[in-house]
């Protein structure tokens, strides 16, 4: 089992940084393909950006590409959502996943049933 522990998240105004952590234990996930996903409320669930195990492969929603970079540290078992720019409808909670190996090609990374583990959230507010 992984557990995964997001942090980072609060309250900024627009335009501003932050950057969201995600620290797993239980497992060392250098072999796994990570990803973000937020919830907003009152809206569906939607995929935000996913990285591959080597950190070769990144992947965006077109809301956020340009501003938001994942990348991940394989010593320290963390994975980073560094968000510039920030704007209100980026406000939601953010959730972080993991894909253990193997791949698995049928369930493209920027979906939810990649993902086998989630964290609790952690919620980002952007004030206007």
């Known amino acids: 089992q992984v557990q995964l522990v997001e942090s980072g998240g609060g309250l900024v105004q627009a335009g501003d940084s932050l950057t969201l952590s995600c620290v797993a234990s239980g497992r060392t996930i250098s072999s796994y393909a990570m990803g973000w996903f937020r919830q907003a409320p009152g809206k569906e669930r939607e995929f935000v950006s996913a990285i591959s195990w080597s950190g070769g492969n990144t992947y965006y929603a077109d809301s956020v590409k340009g501003r938001f970079t994942i990348s991940r540290d394989s010593a320290k078992n963390t994975v980073y959502l560094q968000m510039n720019s920030l704007k209100p409808e980026d406000t939601a909670v953010y959730y972080c996943?993991?894909?253990?190996?193997?791949?698995?090609?049928?369930?493209?990374?920027?979906?939810?049933?990649?993902?086998?583990?989630w964290g609790q959230g952690t919620q980002v507010t952007v004030s206007s």
């Open positions: 996943v993991a894909e253990p190996p193997p791949r698995r090609p049928a369930r493209a990374p920027t979906t939810s049933d990649a993902y086998d583990y």
